[in-house]
C-alpha cells in the first residue's frame, strides 16, 4: 500500500488509470470533474461533499484526488459504505440545517472534527440540495475555514 502512496503522491509519474478527460455525461459529471480540477489547481487542504446516498463521493474519489474527500452524509448507512471507498472520510451529520446555513455548519465542523484550521481552504460541492431544501441545486464553491 505505501508504494501505491509514494507513485500517487509523486506529481511527475503519469498515472495512467486515471482518464485526463473522461467523457460528461450530464449535470453530475460535470459539476463533479469541475470541483476535482479546482481542487486540484488551488492546492486545497481538502474536498468536501454533501452527499445523501454517496454517489458524489464515490465521483469525486474515482479522479484519485491526492487530499481528502470529507463526505457529509445523513445516514449512517451510507456513512459505513463510505468508509470502504478510497480518500473518503465520511462524516455524518447530526443536524439538518437551512440551506443558508449550510456553510456555516459546515464550517464549525470541519473545524472540530476535521482538523482544518481557520485559513485552509476546501472545495465544497453538492449535486442536489434536496436533503436540505426544497430545490434542488448543482453547487461547488471554493471556502476558506474562519
Given at each position: 500500500m505505501q508504494v501505491?502512496?509514494?507513485?500517487?503522491?509523486?506529481?511527475?509519474?503519469?498515472?495512467?488509470?486515471?482518464?485526463?478527460?473522461?467523457i460528461i455525461h450530464n449535470e453530475?459529471?460535470?459539476?463533479?470533474?469541475?470541483?476535482?480540477?479546482?481542487a486540484?489547481?488551488?492546492?486545497?487542504?481538502?474536498?468536501?461533499?454533501?452527499?445523501?446516498?454517496?454517489?458524489?463521493?464515490l465521483r469525486l474519489s474515482s479522479f484519485r484526488q491526492q487530499k481528502p474527500i470529507i463526505a457529509l452524509t445523513f445516514s449512517e448507512e451510507v456513512n459505513r459504505k463510505l468508509s470502504l471507498v478510497r480518500g473518503v472520510d465520511g462524516v455524518c451529520l447530526d443536524i439538518d440545517p437551512a440551506i443558508e446555513e449550510v456553510l456555516p455548519a459546515v464550517?464549525?465542523?470541519?473545524?472540530?472534527?476535521?482538523?482544518?484550521?481557520?485559513?485552509d481552504k476546501f472545495v465544497?460541492?453538492?449535486?442536489?440540495?434536496?436533503?436540505?431544501?426544497?430545490e434542488s441545486s448543482n453547487l461547488f464553491t471554493v471556502q476558506q475555514v474562519y
Open positions: 501505491v502512496k509514494d507513485i500517487e503522491a509523486n506529481e511527475s509519474i503519469s498515472i495512467n488509470w486515471v482518464k485526463e478527460e473522461p453530475f459529471d460535470a459539476v463533479s470533474r469541475q470541483a476535482y480540477k479546482t486540484k489547481r488551488l492546492k486545497v487542504r481538502a474536498i468536501v461533499c454533501l452527499t445523501k446516498e454517496g454517489n458524489t463521493a464550517n464549525d465542523l470541519l473545524k472540530r472534527r476535521c482538523e482544518l484550521q481557520p485559513g465544497f460541492v453538492t449535486v442536489t440540495l434536496s436533503s436540505v431544501g426544497r
